[in-house]
C-alpha cells in the first residue's frame, strides 16, 4: 500500500529553520517525483518544491535566496525539505506527494498537481516569534 508520511512540523520564530522529512511506504521513491506542496490559512494548495527520478529540483518559490532546498535519502526512502529564513507567510500545512517521473517547469507551477498520483495528511508549520 502506497502512503507518504509527513514528520518535522512545528513552530519556528521568523527567520529560523526548520526541516520536514517525507517517509515513503509501499513504493521505491527513487523512482519518482516527490514534490511539497503548502497550503497556508484561507488560501488554496500551491506548490513549493519538487525533485524528479534523475535529482534534478525545481523550486516554485518566489524567493531569490533559496530558502527551500529538497533532497532525497535513499537508504531511508525519504525526501527532506530544508527551510531556511523563514517567515511568517511561510506558515501553513506542508504537504508531500508522489508524482509521476517529471516534475513541470517554474512556469508551469500551477499544473504540478495534475502529475500528482498520492498525497500525504501533512505536517503543521508554524512562524511565529
Known amino acids: 500500500q502506497v502512503q507518504l508520511v509527513e514528520s518535522g512540523g512545528g513552530l519556528v520564530q521568523p527567520g529560523g529553520s526548520l526541516t520536514l522529512s517525507c517517509a515513503a511506504f509501499?513504493?521505491?521513491?527513487?523512482?519518482?517525483?516527490i514534490g511539497w506542496f503548502r497550503q497556508p490559512p484561507g488560501k488554496e494548495r500551491e506548490a513549493v518544491i519538487c525533485?524528479?527520478?534523475?535529482?534534478?529540483?525545481?523550486d516554485y518559490t518566489d524567493s531569490e535566496e533559496g530558502r527551500f532546498t529538497i533532497s532525497r535519502d535513499n537508504v531511508k526512502n525519504t525526501v527532506h525539505l530544508q527551510m531556511s529564513g523563514l517567515k511568517s507567510e511561510d506558515t501553513a500545512v506542508y504537504y508531500c506527494?508522489?508524482?509521476?517521473?517529471?516534475?513541470?517547469?517554474?512556469?508551469?507551477?500551477?499544473?504540478?498537481?495534475?502529475?500528482?498520483?498520492?498525497w500525504g495528511q501533512g505536517t503543521q508549520v508554524t512562524v511565529s516569534s
Open positions: 525533485i524528479n527520478n534523475s535529482d534534478t529540483t525545481t
Open positions: 509501499g513504493f521505491p521513491s527513487i523512482y519518482y517525483a
Open positions: 506527494a508522489r508524482g509521476t517521473a517529471a516534475c513541470p517547469a517554474r512556469a508551469l507551477r500551477a499544473s504540478m498537481p495534475s502529475i500528482i498520483l498520492d
